[in-house]
């Protein structure tokens, strides 16, 4: 079947056992990401963890703050040409894809 990443974005939210243990850091943002090295941005989308590392904000629900639609119907990367390392190496179909889409009822 297609995995079709702009009606999903499943993968873009915090899973359900990160946030029942209240783990933030979900989305790593690294020295080599564009979106860190660019300061206005980092510090508008990202914050600092207490160990130093960057991560993605996210929304209460663990929506990544910037995803914008809905999560299975129509969604899109508000920074998508900055977004991090590990969002762009995150494959459609693969188990963590799988994971996510199953955690929000999508086969
Ligand atoms: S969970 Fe899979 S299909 Fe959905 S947005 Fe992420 S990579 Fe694409
Ligand atoms: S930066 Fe974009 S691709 Fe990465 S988790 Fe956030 S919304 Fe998804």
Same mark, same amino acid.
């Given at each position: 079947?297609? %995995?079709d990443c702009q009606v999903c974005g499943a993968?873009? =939210?915090n899973? =359900?056992?990160n946030r029942a243990h209240g783990i933030q850091d979900y989305v790593d943002v690294v020295p080599s990401d564009r979106l860190f090295q660019r300061r206005g941005l980092r510090d508008r989308?990202? %914050? =600092?963890?207490?160990e130093g590392t960057h991560h993605m904000?996210? =929304?209460?629900?663990?929506?990544? /703050?910037?995803?914008?639609g809905t999560i299975g119907r129509f969604v899109?990367?508000?920074?998508?040409?900055?977004?991090?390392? /590990?969002?762009?190496?995150?494959?459609?179909?693969t188990p963590q894809c799988r994971e996510a889409r199953?955690?929000?009822g999508l086969s």
């Open positions: 079947m297609a %995995f993968c873009c =939210r899973p =359900r056992h989308w990202t %914050f =600092r963890a207490p904000r996210l =929304r209460d629900d663990g929506r990544c /703050v910037a995803l914008d899109s990367c508000g920074i998508y040409a900055q977004r991090p390392e /590990v969002c762009r190496k995150l494959e459609p179909g199953a955690e929000h």
